[in-house]
């Protein structure tokens, strides 16, 4: 070294000094010492800058005092000054903490200071802060590796001035579309140039909302951006709007090329859909299925699917069978009535075992319902690409044909049982005609048991001939040939039916009267499998039939014909008069007369002895080509047929001498019996038997009433078959009318005469006949039949309730009144049960009794004196009071009247109206109205019509008068 050099060569203790004041100096580095032990003993300023320590804070402190938390754990700084002082220096960038918390990216050097014997005396640090160029150099980083992302990702970015209309694209970008990278760009002026017309209209209203928005919002869309070459492919733009330095407005955004990835997508929505349609359809078709189907997951169990008529039997839902355990849920058994246990359960087998479980009959038992039978197997499944392992189950409802077969079954055993049970035989065979079966009454009737039977020709066991039938002439018909039914039903494939009765050969020489049916056995298939014959012994019902017969058409009592063929005969009879050419008939009604003394002295067999006695007696004078019948107790009838009327009247007078000549003779006694006869000719003039015995019914009645025993020929045009056919069409009149309520009550006013009553209402109750628009029908008219035909009691009821009904719905009425006089017939007095009948409604209203007074006729009231006599007494103990009509045209009124507690007496009008001319009449009148005074009887006269007779009847004291004159009868509801 020149000498000059080393003058200026400072010593080392200058040095040493002018070298701490560059260390104090430096500014971009800390440096700082420590000891052996890592504390440290000097620090520059720049490390107090730098750390954020001063250095009073940091000499005396180690060195991890600047490390973080983390280092620290680790206890990274004695790790680092064990490396200085193993190597002599150690150096590292990584992040260091500051005093406030801050980190910064360091550069450190840590040297490991030796003296002169290579000592350790301490370390050294120099610290650098990069954190500058750090973040720099992850800027480029980060560019790059945007720009790779960028380029794997088929991306560019842009950016639109708005006001310079600037279009700014990237080299990425610019190679997206087609460009060269470092080429021109595409006409930038007008961004739609790059954009596919049909999304310009959405790109510019997205552009128009952002751009007005506040805050302003991000662009995102998807669009089709044209390339160079003419195609478009889909992009994702984004792009956030900015504003430069100056102010202006700018979009700068990135664009990714999608359009594989949009196509792949579409296609993928394609196949989506595609496969969502046929699961869809898959789901239908399972669905569909008569069958319940279910999908669970291996090993779980878990039910993942179950079609419709799995959900709509079994009832549980997906939710419900999270395991196999779950399949308890369902109370399945055995055919043997055992639940199965979870892992019992076809399904579940399946997954434990993972091989297929072939089908078993299961039941079903619902919750409230019948038990149902299913057929259910089992099997794993994996569908290739799916990794998941399933296993299916099949349940086949097979409770119809299970079902069907124990009905079946049953209806087999029962088909036995019954076979074997019933009285007919039947026998089944082959198409051959070869016996296969036959039953008890089959080996009963052929005398062949089934064993012996079994595979013989049908016409060897059964040999069936026709029915023997006599000739005409009375000779019995030769047997027909034998007939084999099974033989014939097969020949014509159709069931034969046996027309009569045919004769069956037993093996042991029996005979039996059997009918047959023969049918054809048909298969399933359509096909004709053979035959069945049945066999019904008829040897008895038809010896019951022929007995019934006879009995079904003629009395059991005497043996004559009874009604029933009488009337068949007399049809028969009419239909050939009524041809041409034909002869006549006659048709004699008998009817007895006194045969209820026979049956009332010495009882019912006696009467039965009589009747069959009597038809004998009768038979001696009837043709044998007549019909004599008995067609009632004791009425009989005769067809007499081929004769004239005159020849008819013959016959009846003999059966009218021979009735008078008959003596029956019982218990000592000697009967006599008279006959009424009503004769009728059957000259074409009546076609209906109907018709036919009512007009002898007629012609009985009226030689009944013309004296009894005696024949009465019906003639036509006579008065009395006139007669009879009014008392006819007015019996149906009133029978109608109760129907119909034609019916009506109308009263007639009775006045007080001489201050006899008390000024209240008294009237009489009369009876009509509605008769439309020609008016009222008045008794006379219908009454008389009524009488005749015994439906006066009837009459009686109906005009007592509505008398009563009407009175007792009339209160106001009721009481303002003095007498309700209601007309009661002959019949209705002798009758026991219309006395209580009246007694029990009289007490069942609320009118009172003596408010009530019941009219009856001499002629009635004295026709049955005794029961009269009761009826009146009876129905005085309730109250009510009584009038004796008509009085004064019998022989002895006044003898009866002492006897009868009569309280009023009507004198009969036929003296009211002659009393002013006749002084016999006159006299009449007075004369009973003074003994019924006498006797305590108030007296009413009847018809008074004028005013000359109301004067008379004044005179003499009668206390009461009725008549047209007085007032005419009115409805009973005016």
């Known amino acids: 070294m020149p000498p000059s050099l080393q003058e200026s060569i400072p010593l080392p203790h200058q040095a040493a000094g002018m070298f701490c004041l ?56 004695d790790h680092n000054l064990g490396q200085a002082a193993e190597h002599g220096f150690y150096s590292e960038e990584t992040w260091r903490r500051r005093k406030d918390g801050s980190l910064f990216w360091a550069h450190i050097a840590l040297t490991g200071l030796r003296d002169e014997h290579d000592r350790l005396i301490g370390f050294s640090k120099v610290t650098m802060d990069l954190t500058r160029h750090k973040l720099l150099e992850q800027c480029l980083d980060e560019k790059e590796e945007n720009r790779r992302i960028m380029t794997a990702a088929n991306a560019g970015t842009w950016k639109w001035q708005a006001a310079g209309r600037h279009l700014a694209l990237s080299p990425a970008l610019k190679q997206l579309l087609g460009y060269e990278a470092g080429g021109a760009a595409p006409d930038a002026s007008d961004w739609r140039a790059l954009v596919d017309p049909r999304d310009v209209p959405a790109v510019c209203a997205r552009l128009r909302t952002m751009m007005t928005a506040m805050p302003a919002r991000p662009l995102a869309l998807e669009l089709r951006l044209c390339r160079q070459d003419g195609n478009c492919r889909w992009f994702f733009v984004r792009a956030d709007w900015t504003r430069d330095a100056a102010g202006q407005g700018e979009l700068s955004g990135v664009c990714v090329d999608i359009h594989d990835m949009r196509l792949l997508a579409e296609d993928r929505e394609r196949l989506l859909n595609e496969l969502q349609l046929m699961r869809l359809r898959f789901r239908a078709v399972i669905d569909q299925m008569p069958s319940g189907v279910f999908v669970a997951e291996v090993p779980s169990g878990k039910l993942l699917y179950q079609n419709l008529k799995a959900r709509r039997i079994f009832g549980a839902t997906l939710d419900e069978i999270a395991t196999y355990h779950d399949y308890v849920r369902v109370d399945i058994r055995d055919l043997d009535g055992r639940r199965l246990l979870a892992h019992e359960f076809p399904l579940a087998q399946a997954i434990l075992s993972g091989r297929p479980v072939p089908a078993r009959e299961l039941v079903f038992h619902p919750p409230g319902a019948a038990p149902r039978y299913f057929r259910v197997g089992a099997t794993p499944v994996q569908a290739d690409g799916d990794e998941r392992r399933m296993a299916v189950a099949v349940a086949h409802d097979i409770d119809d044909l299970k079902r069907a077969q124990e009905s079946l079954r049953a209806e087999k055993e029962r088909a036995e049982v019954t076979l074997r049970a019933i009285s007919n035989g039947v026998v089944t065979t082959g198409l051959d005609g070869r016996i296969d079966s036959m039953n008890t009454a089959a080996e009963r009737l052929t005398g062949w048991s089934q064993r012996e039977a079994l595979g013989r020709p049908l016409d060897e066991v059964l040999q069936l001939d026709e029915e023997p039938a006599d000739e005409p002439g009375g000779q019995p018909r030769a047997p027909a040939a034998g007939i084999d039914p099974v033989l014939r039903c097969l020949r014509e494939n159709r069931p034969v039916t046996s027309s009569a009765p045919a004769v069956l050969h037993a093996r042991g020489g029996g005979r039996h009267m059997i009918d047959y049916a023969a049918a054809p056995l048909q298969l399933p298939d359509n096909r004709t499998g053979g035959a069945v014959l049945v066999l019904n012994d008829v040897t008895e019902s038809r010896g019951l039939l022929k007995h019934l017969g006879y009995q079904a058409s003629h009395d059991v009592l005497t043996g004559l014909v009874n009604r029933r063929e009488f009337g068949v005969r007399l049809q028969r009879a009419l239909d050939r008069t009524g041809q041409p050419g034909a002869s006549n008939s006659a ?52 067809i007499v047929e081929h004769c004239t009327v005159e020849e008819a009247k013959v016959v009846a007078d003999k059966l009218l001498e021979t009735t008078r000549n008959f003596r029956y003779i019982c218990n000592n006694q000697v009967f006599r019996l008279g006959v009424s006869i009503g004769l009728t000719p059957l000259d074409g003039g009546t076609t209906t038997m109907e018709e036919a015995l009512r007009q002898a019914d007629h012609a009985c009645y009226i030689a009944k009433e013309g004296g009894r025993n005696r024949v009465f020929l019906q003639q036509r045009g006579g008065a009395e078959i006139a007669q009879r056919r009014n008392d006819m069409y007015w019996v149906k009149r009133l029978g109608d009318a109760f129907r119909n309520d034609e019916l009506q009550l109308y009263h007639q006013p009775i006045r007080a005469l001489g201050g006899a009553g008390d000024g209240g209402l008294h009237y009489e109750i009369l009876l009509r006949m509605k008769d439309g628009s020609a008016g009222p029908v008045g008794p006379t008219s219908f009454l008389p039949a009524a009488e005749r035909y015994d439906i006066m009691q009837e009459v009686d009821r109906w005009v007592l309730d509505r008398s009563l009904a009407w009175l007792e719905a009339h209160p106001g009425h009721v009481e303002r009144l003095e007498l309700c006089t209601i007309n009661l017939s002959q019949r209705a007095l002798a009758d026991p049960g219309f006395q209580q009948y009246a007694a029990a409604r009289i007490q069942a209203v609320a009118v009172p009794a003596h408010k009530l007074c019941f009219e009856i006729t001499e002629t009635g ?48 009008g036929s003296f009211i109206q002659m009393m002013t001319s006749s002084t016999v009449d006159f006299e009449m009148v007075r004369f009973t109205n003074d003994i019924s005074h006498i006797m305590g009887r108030r007296t009413i006269a009847e018809f008074v019509n ?26 009973l509801e005016a």
């Open 587 to 638: 048709l004699l009604y008998l009817d007895l007369d006194q045969f209820k003394i026979v049956n009332d002295t010495c009882g019912h067999a006696a009467g039965d002895d009589l009747l069959r006695q009597l038809s004998v007696a009768y038979g001696a004078h009837v043709r044998e080509r007549d019909t004599l019948a008995r067609i009632g107790g004791d009425e009989f009838a005769l």
């Open 946 to 971: 004028d005013e000359d007779t109301l004067a008379k009847l004044t005179e003499i004291g009668v206390d009461y008068a009725q008549g047209f004159m007085l007032g005419e009868p009115q409805p």
């Open 861 to 908: 009231a004295f026709a049955n004196m005794q029961n009269t006599l009761s009826f009146v007494l009876a129905l005085q103990r309730l109250g009510c009071r009584f009038a004796l009509d008509d009085f004064g045209t019998g022989m002895a009124s006044f003898a009866y009247l002492k006897q009868l507690p009569v309280n009023y007496v009507k004198i009969d």
């Open 22 to 77: 560059m260390v104090q100096e430096i500014k971009e580095c800390a440096i700082f010492l420590m000891d052996t032990r890592g504390v440290i003993t000097s620090w520059n300023r720049a490390a107090e800058v730098m750390k954020g320590y001063r250095a009073d804070e940091a000499i005396g402190q180690h060195l991890s005092l600047l490390y973080r938390d983390e280092d620290r754990v680790r206890r990274w700084a």
